[in-house]
């Protein structure tokens, strides 16, 4: 069954303390893989997609990384402002399907 | 601003009804996509479509249907409506498939 399990569920951090958000997914056959942010009462907002294993993309604070297994996103000397819900998904290959994670919280403190 | 727009924002119903939200997607996208959220179970995709026909479907309950029009803008029907239908409904636009632009979402509420 495709699955996406993210870790942990919630996430304090002190301003400019760097640290990883995790995210492990069971798909048969990997079309693509998405980190969403989201904002409460808002709707996500898209942040990449990673394609195949090896692949790295960043964004000002945010760097996320893949693998056969997993995705990390890596949030460096995070602000107070990065304080969100960090959402994962996968779409499976042949059913075009979209598998999302329940979210990480991060809160960042200033 | 994601540029897709989706009304109602808000909706009371009572259960056994049925009720109609609306999504109008960014200009230029062919691809439609329908959400549901809710607090113990996360974003559930329901439904694709890609330029008026269904492309993938989650899991979508048969009490649930939705379609896409000529002009690309999309409706989700929900119907026999129970308290666990209760949640936010997202709907998303997207051009490619690589990344989804989601509207604001209307909240649903089934008393």
């Known amino acids: 069954e495709d699955q996406v399990t993210q870790s942990p569920e919630a996430l304090r951090l002190q301003e400019g303390e760097s640290s990883s958000l995790n995210c492990s997914y069971t798909?048969?056959?990997?079309?693509?893989l998405f980190w969403y942010r989201q904002d409460p009462g808002k709707g996500p907002e898209f942040l990449f997609t990673?394609?195949?294993a090896g692949e790295e993309k960043e964004k000002e604070r945010l760097k996320a990384t893949l693998t056969k297994k997993e995705s990390f996103l890596h949030i460096t000397a995070p602000k107070p402002e990065d304080s969100a819900t960090y959402l994962c998904?996968?779409?499976?290959?042949?059913?075009?399907?979209?598998?999302f994670g329940t979210g990480t919280r991060l809160k960042v403190l200033a | 601003d994601s540029g897709v727009t989706q009304t109602p924002k808000h909706l009371i119903t009572a259960t056994g009804q049925r009720v109609t939200l609306r999504c109008s997607p960014r200009?230029?996208?062919?691809?439609v996509y329908w959400y549901q959220q809710s607090l113990d179970q996360g974003l559930q995709f329901l439904i694709q479509?890609?330029?008026?026909?269904?492309?993938a479907k989650g899991n979508i309950l048969e009490r649930f249907s939705a379609q896409q029009f000529p002009d690309l803008h999309s409706e989700l029907n929900l119907s026999s409506l129970e308290l666990g239908d209760s949640a936010l409904y997202f709907c998303?636009?997207?051009?490619?498939?690589?990344?989804?632009?989601f509207g604001p979402g209307t909240r649903l509420t089934v008393l």
């Open positions: 479509y890609y330029n008026g026909e269904e492309r």
């Open positions: 990673l394609y195949s």
């Open positions: 798909v048969s056959g990997l079309r693509g």
């Open positions: 998904a996968v779409q499976a290959m042949r059913s075009y399907k979209y598998i």
């Open positions: 200009s230029g996208d062919l691809s």
């Open positions: 998303a636009s997207s051009l490619s498939g690589n990344e989804q632009f």
